[in-house]
Each structure stands twice: as structure tokens, then as C-alpha cells.
């Protein structure tokens, strides 16, 4: 059973630029979460996909957007990087909406 | 909204001793409740949940959660600490309205062990 994978691990960018964090989920997992972490903060809801449509949305901008693809991968998209997005982004996966998340690694963002 | 609260940003512990890691929500009715770990530059694993039942919850790697519905806690213990359960510790809760579903994680509690 493959287990969450998420890509780049790290990504440096500048601000105002654009970005794209991809996530693969678990194998038979057809909802996506997106989270963000701060250093020294537990995660916030972004927004959570199920069956390729949006399910639930955090206190997050519109410049923050997601997909889901029909083999249930997922991308969350920032447009115009501001410096206080720089965090630890987590994607986790599940069995149904409110099923039991599995987490990736993460994709760790600097905004310089 | 829901919110969750960790009043502990770090605890001390000897190994080998017991410990109990608070955890306070605020909603109206009973969320589904979470534990996660999270060891340095990884993502989080879960330890244990509560959706609804029996209260005492049996997690892994030895954990255990009390739901305690008229505090509005969730507080997980574990009775013999080990040197690897050094980590960040999240309690977390998750609503579910209107088909939406919509998790809140509170900010951790940092877990040092001491030899």
C-alpha cells in the first residue's frame, strides 16, 4: 500500500510569484486535505476535495486553489506569494470525507 | 466555530513516567476528535480517534484518550513514557455541516523526555 507522497519536499520562491504543490494520495483514498503549518503552529485548513469537488474550505484567500484529479491526486495552487506564506504544507488523504486522514511529509516553502 | 486548545505548549517528563497531554474543545454538540504526532520535518501520524462509543480510546504505540463530554476534553495519556515518544503532539477536531467537512487543529504541545 503506497502511502501519501507529496512534491517538491522544498521549494524556495519570491514574493508575488506562483506556486504548485502536488500530492499523491493513498492508494484507494478519495478525499484530499490541504493544511498549512507554520513553525511552531499546528496546521490550518486550507480546503479539503472529495470526488474532485471542493468539500470545505478554511479562512484561506481565493489565491489559494486546489484540484483534485479523477485518480484522486491533488494540487493546491498560491498565486501572488506573500512572505507570511512560508510554512510546512500538508496533505493528507482518506477513505471518505470524514474518515481518518494520513499524512504526507510535506512540502516545506521559503518566500524569500 | 469549533476551536481547540493545547494549554501546554511544552512538557517535561523522565522516561518511564506517566503523562498526560491536555486537550479542550469548544462547539455545540460532540465533534469527532483526534491525537497526531508529529516528529521533526515529518508529517503527522495519528495516534488515536473518537467518533462516538465508548469514551476510553485505545490509540497505538501505547496511547490512550478519555473523552469527557461535560468538560469538553480529550486528554491523552500514556503510562509509561519512552524516549522516542519525544515529538510535537496535536489534538485536533473535525465538524461536519452541511456536507462539509471542516477539521481545526490546536497548536501542540512539545513532549521532551528526559533520560
Known amino acids: 500500500e503506497t502511502g501519501v507522497t507529496q512534491s517538491p519536499t522544498h521549494l524556495i520562491k519570491t514574493r508575488g510569484q506562483q506556486v504548485t504543490l502536488r500530492c499523491s494520495s493513498q492508494?484507494?483514498?478519495?478525499?484530499v486535505s490541504w493544511y498549512q503549518q507554520a513553525l511552531g503552529q499546528g496546521p490550518q485548513f486550507i480546503f479539503q476535495?472529495?470526488?474532485?469537488?471542493?468539500?470545505g474550505r478554511g479562512n484561506f484567500p481565493p489565491r489559494f486553489s486546489g484540484l483534485q484529479f479523477p485518480n484522486y491526486s491533488s494540487e493546491l495552487n498560491v498565486n501572488a506569494l506573500e512572505l507570511d506564506d512560508s510554512a510546512l504544507y500538508l496533505c493528507?488523504?482518506?477513505?471518505?470525507?470524514?474518515?481518518?486522514?494520513?499524512f504526507g511529509d510535506g512540502t516545506r516553502l521559503s518566500i524569500l | 466555530a469549533q476551536s481547540v486548545t493545547q494549554p501546554d505548549i511544552h512538557i517535561t517528563v523522565s522516561e518511564g513516567a506517566s503523562l498526560e497531554l491536555r486537550c479542550n474543545y469548544s462547539?455545540?454538540?460532540?465533534?469527532?476528535l483526534f491525537w497526531y504526532v508529529q516528529s521533526p520535518g515529518q508529517g503527522l501520524q495519528l495516534l488515536l480517534k473518537?467518533?462516538?462509543?465508548?469514551?476510553l480510546v485505545q490509540g497505538i504505540k501505547g496511547f490512550e484518550a478519555e473523552f469527557k463530554r461535560s468538560q469538553s476534553s480529550f486528554n491523552l495519556r500514556k503510562p509509561s513514557v519512552h524516549w522516542s515518544d519525544a515529538a510535537e503532539y496535536f489534538c485536533?477536531?473535525?465538524?461536519?455541516?452541511?456536507?462539509?467537512?471542516?477539521?481545526?487543529f490546536g497548536r501542540g504541545t512539545s513532549l521532551i523526555v528526559h533520560p
Open positions: 473518537y467518533f462516538s462509543g465508548d469514551t
Open positions: 492508494s484507494g483514498h478519495n478525499t
Open positions: 485536533a477536531v473535525g465538524i461536519s455541516s452541511g456536507g462539509s467537512y471542516i477539521p481545526t
Open positions: 462547539y455545540g454538540a460532540t465533534p469527532y
Open positions: 493528507a488523504s482518506s477513505l471518505e470525507r470524514e474518515g481518518l486522514e494520513h
Open positions: 476535495y472529495y470526488r474532485e469537488e471542493e468539500n
